[in-house]
């Protein structure tokens, strides 16, 4: 079974930056595609960055030149990092998976970590 496990959310001042992690855990053989979510309150969980199998990594507009989507492979774990925050980024952010196990391959969410961007 796998389990995914984010931290590194907080409060920031506007212009601050932190580093989201999701770490996988279980019998993995290898993470896919990754992707970090977002979901403000009243609003629609919506995608801010992903990256292909391939490494190919694409960004919503309004987060392309601040955030960065990386990958550990040894550590099993994704990184979401994100500078130069505005209060419109305030959210629970959510990291989704795609990982191989010895039964097959599956998406997997983070349980969530908040990310509050005020002065």
């Known amino acids: 079974q796998v389990q995914l496990v984010e931290s590194g959310g907080g409060l920031v001042q506007p212009g601050g930056s932190l580093r989201l992690s999701c770490a996988a855990s279980?019998?993995?053989?290898?993470?896919?595609?990754m992707a970090w979510y977002r979901q403000a309150p009243g609003k629609e969980r919506e995608l801010v960055a992903a990256?292909?199998?391939?490494?190919?990594?694409n960004y919503a507009d309004s987060v392309k030149g601040r955030f960065t989507i990386s990958r550990d492979n040894a550590r099993n774990t994704v990184y979401l990092q994100v500078n130069s925050l505005k209060p419109e980024d305030t959210a629970v952010y959510y990291c989704?998976?795609?990982?191989?196990?010895?039964?097959?391959?599956?998406?997997?969410w983070g349980q969530g970590t908040q990310v509050t961007v005020s002065s």
């Open positions: 990256e292909t199998s391939g490494g190919s990594a």
């Open positions: 279980g019998s993995i053989f290898s993470i896919n595609a």
């Open positions: 989704n998976v795609r990982i191989s196990t010895e039964i097959g391959t599956g998406d997997y």
